[in-house]
T-cell receptor
Framework: DADVTQTPRNRITKTGKRIMLECSQTKGHDRMYWYRQDPGLGLQLIYYSFDVKDINKGEISDGYSVSRQAQAKFSLSLESAIPNQTALYFC????????????????FGEGSRLTVL | SQQGEEDPQALSIQEGENATMNCSYKTSINNLQWYRQNSGRGLVHLILIRSNEREKHSGRLRVTLDTSKKSSSLLITASRAADTASYFCATKTGANNLFFGTGTRLTVIP
């Protein structure tokens, strides 16, 4: 089984609909992230969470919200989807950096491809 | 933006040749990481180099870091068709977040 699992893997929806993307992990990491990938633009950070009570906005949080339901679960919501939110969304987990064993490496899920018509 | 920029955007080589990708960034970093992404899949961590290191090796991968120029390079030696993928550099700053570049798409022709 994958360490970082995203559902759904593919979703087509219509403008104005509410969408939730879910992420669960078995790595035991405290830190979880949501990234968005558009062709030619690399990955952009949407939200991140360093523990259950800690939620932070990333570079492009407008139009998105998140919920950290448990250490292992971090969901991303689009309250009212619009076509320019069509993208590939990635969840990732990680550990704090700064020690010999914790380098800040991220572990990614396989992605959720969202199409908003 | 702290986002890095990879160069070239696309690279096509013959199997057995070496592939070199470059990354430039804007701000001071704690470490720089390289990731690989097969088409439409999740990113996979390849190698990390800390800000106080200049060169690091892992198998057929060699990474260099020049903090004075704010740049890094990834060399893949003796490339294989299976190396075909997109490669991203990512910089970790004091904010403990990773900022990704736009990637280099590598095609290795058998």
């Amino acid at each position: 089984d994958a360490d970082v699992t995203q559902t759904p893997r593919n979703r087509i929806t219509k403008t104005g609909k509410r969408i939730m993307l879910e992420c669960s992990q078995t790595k035991g990491h405290d830190r979880m992230y949501w990234y968005r990938q558009d062709p030619g633009l690399g990955l952009q950070l949407i939200y991140y969470s360093f523990d259950v009570k800690d939620i932070n906005k990333g570079e492009i949080s407008d139009g998105y919200s998140v919920s950290r339901q448990a250490q292992a679960k971090f969901s991303l919501s689009l309250e009212s989807a619009i076509p320019n939110q069509t993208a590939l969304y990635f969840c990732a987990t990680g550990t704090p950096s700064g020690t010999a064993t914790n380098t800040g490496e991220l572990f990614f899920g396989e992605g959720s491809r969202l199409t908003v018509l | 933006s702290q986002q890095g920029e990879e160069d070239p955007q696309a690279l096509s080589i013959q199997e057995g040749e070496n592939a070199t990708m470059n990354c430039s960034y804007k701000t001071s970093i704690n470490n720089l990481q390289w990731y690989r992404q097969n088409s439409g899949r999740g990113l996979v961590h390849l190698i990390l180099i800390r800000s106080n290191e200049r060169e690091k090796h892992s198998g057929r991968l060699r990474v260099t870091l020049d903090t004075s120029k704010k740049s890094s390079s990834l060399l893949i030696t003796a490339s294989r068709a299976a190396d075909t993928a997109s490669y991203f550099c990512a910089t970790k700053t004091g904010a403990n977040n990773l900022f990704f570049g736009t990637g280099t798409r590598l095609t290795v022709i058998p």
